[in-house]
Every structure is written in structure tokens, then in C-alpha cells.
């Protein structure tokens, strides 16, 4: 059985570490930590899951989401919101634009996965 591919997106290196670290003895895990960059290398990467950082510089999370949903190979992606501070979270903007979970920072590796698993076992919005 092939193992998920779970494309990981933020602006901090040290997060983008711990993502890979935590999840990569479960899934081939690909990251980026240039937004404007981050579709190219979702699409090359064929995920089946995006991690993505709702507060990045420049060109943030909800920028990068809207994009994921414009393109026919990434449209239907799982994608689950990574957050500083929930409470600030736009969600009714984030469910219209299809998100499929949000987590906020310095959740367990248990909790990471959980939210990964939930979000590829839902069906397609």
C-alpha cells in the first residue's frame, strides 16, 4: 500500500522541520516555505494532504488556499489550516473555500495525525 503524501506549507523553518520530523516516519512528506512557490511544488508533488499555514508574509495561507482551489490537480486537496491562535481564524471564509480541518500550533504529533486522517477520510466537499 502506498503511503499518504502530505505537502507541508510555512514560513517557519522550524516548523516545517518538526512537521517533517513527526510525520515522516508515516508519510512521504514534501515542504515548502515559499508561498508564492507553494503551488508549483504542490502540484509536482502530487499530495494527497496539505498542511498550510494560515499566517505567512507577503502572500498568506488564505491566498495560497484560494489558488489550491483554482487549479483542476489540486482542487479537491484535503487541506487542514495550521494556526498560531484559532480564535483569530476567518472560519467562514476558510469553509468556503473548502478547508477540512484546522489545527492550531503546538498540538500533539497524535493530534497532527488524527487531523490528517480525518481530513483524506472525507469525502470530497
Request: hydrophobic share 40%.
Amino acid at each position: 500500500m502506498a503511503r499518504l503524501r502530505v505537502f507541508c506549507i510555512d514560513d517557519d523553518l522550524f516548523t516545517l522541520g518538526y512537521l517533517e520530523e513527526t510525520l515522516s516516519e508515516r508519510y512521504t512528506v514534501g515542504t515548502c516555505a515559499d508561498a508564492s512557490d507553494a503551488i508549483n511544488r504542490l502540484v509536482e508533488f502530487r499530495a494527497d494532504a496539505v498542511l498550510l499555514d494560515l499566517n505567512m508574509p507577503n502572500f498568506g495561507g488564505g491566498d495560497v488556499l484560494e489558488l489550491i482551489r483554482t487549479f483542476p490537480e489540486t482542487r479537491t486537496l484535503p487541506v487542514i489550516a495550521l494556526t498560531g491562535n484559532a480564535d483569530s481564524a476567518d472560519f467562514e471564509q476558510l469553509a468556503a473555500l473548502g478547508i477540512r480541518g484546522l489545527l492550531e500550533r503546538g498540538g500533539t504529533p497524535e493530534e497532527l495525525i488524527k487531523s490528517i486522517e480525518t481530513a483524506v477520510s472525507k469525502p470530497d466537499f
